[in-house]
């Protein structure tokens, strides 16, 4: 197809709708999680919570 053609529409031309919705990347990868690590799904939080430094309180 060459430019001189009257249907041939560059990208520059192209309408290109944006929405919130759009994702490009995850928020998180599936190797970081504790099954991409090998390891059983675990909540620890509440340890995490209890165990957290003076210095933070």
């Known amino acids: 197809m060459s430019t001189e053609d009257p249907g041939f529409r560059r990208d520059d031309d192209r309408t290109v709708e ?6 490009v990347l995850p928020e998180q990868t599936s190797d970081d ?25």
């Open 33 to 57: 999680t504790d099954r991409g690590w090998g390891e059983h799904a675990s909540g620890n939080d509440d340890w995490l919570l209890a165990e957290r430094p003076p210095h933070w309180g």
């Open 18 to 23: 944006l929405s919130d919705e759009f994702v």
